[in-house]
């Protein structure tokens, strides 16, 4: 079959459904090994070929999102496996990594930790990119499974092991991130359909108001955080006043707004 003739097919369905069309051509690429730029220069598509094109394309057009169909998707430049049992990486939380690793090299800091790592693509993007000791954590074994698969794939020696929250956590460190949950229970079923039903729910709820696991962090970060250390938390929209609330006994350093114009991390930073 002409490769055109069935990519306009498939782009015509995705539409239809409200699917991203660039979409198709992604999966096209990915069963052809080949570049996306380069699909114009083919002519025709074997019999076989069509028929995995379709089948990836009628499971996209299911609304499980791409990443998850391809297993995998691309984060500060590097590439890490995803599943259903972690959330995808989104490019907001970019700006968790370009604000740790200036506050690590402004500051000479020395240990990194990571709560709620998922993927661990946070811990690995910043040990990839300064040399330093992280730490990454999570409840969830399935989670920290694939984190260390995405450890190995990047050529990162981080330690990763499980502890809700900070229970099972015995150092202290320089710097903690975290990309906690915190959309409010009640908008769960309000979020995208690709998110709602194929990113965990326990990466996504956040309590009632969203906040539950900022005053976790909260309560309990203080030994583990060493003097004049540093806190960095991506934030749902509108919780930037409350959050400040709750860490009112910590400096107030910097808050940071997304692509979008929404503040999306704030900085705090523990008095010596």
């Known amino acids: 079959m002409r490769l055109f003739d069935l990519?306009?097919?498939l782009k015509s369905t995705a539409k239809k459904l409200n699917v991203?069309?660039?979409?198709?051509?992604?999966?096209?690429?990915?069963?052809?090994?080949?570049?996306?730029?380069?699909l114009a220069l083919i002519d025709d598509v074997s019999s076989a070929d069509e028929k995995k094109i379709r089948?990836?394309?009628?499971?996209?057009?299911k609304h499980i999102p791409l990443d998850k169909i391809l297993k995998r998707t691309y984060f500060y430049g590097l590439e890490f496996m995803v599943n259903e049992n972690v959330l995808t990486p989104r490019q907001d939380?970019?700006?968790?990594v370009d604000i740790s690793l200036n506050l690590i090299?402004?500051?000479?800091?020395?240990?990194?930790?990571?709560?709620?790592?998922?993927?661990g693509c946070l811990a690995i993007a910043i040990k990839k990119n300064v040399d330093i000791d992280v730490d990454a954590v999570d409840i969830s074994k399935k989670a920290l499974k694939v984190a260390k698969i995405n450890a190995k794939k990047n050529g990162t020696n981080i330690n990763i092991f499980r502890s809700n929250m900070l229970d099972c956590v015995e150092n202290s460190y320089d710097l903690i991130l975290s990309n906690p949950p915190y959309i409010k229970s009640k908008e769960i079923g309000e979020l995208d359909q690709e998110v709602r039903e194929h990113d965990p729910l326990i990466a996504l709820d956040g309590g009632a108001d969203g906040l539950d696991f900022y005053r976790e962090i909260h309560d309990n970060v203080n030994e583990h955080l060493n003097s004049g250390g540093f806190l960095v938390l991506e934030i749902g929209e509108g919780q930037s006043e409350d959050i400040k609330d709750i860490f009112k006994d910590f400096k107030f350093v910097s808050s940071s707004r997304d692509y979008n114009?929404?503040?999306?991390?704030?900085v705090f930073r523990k008095e010596s």
Do not use: Q
Not at 55 to 61: I, P, S, V, Y
Not at 261 to 266: C, D, F, N, T
């Open 7 to 9: 990519r306009a097919e």
């Open 20 to 38: 991203d069309e660039i979409d198709v051509d992604y999966i096209v690429a990915e069963i052809l090994s080949v570049p996306r730029t380069e």
């Open 55 to 61: 089948k990836l394309c009628a499971t996209r057009f």
């Open 93 to 96: 939380s970019e700006l968790l």
């Open 105 to 119: 090299k402004e500051n000479s800091l020395k240990s990194v930790l990571d709560l709620c790592t998922g993927s």
């Open 261 to 266: 114009g929404i503040i999306r991390v704030l």
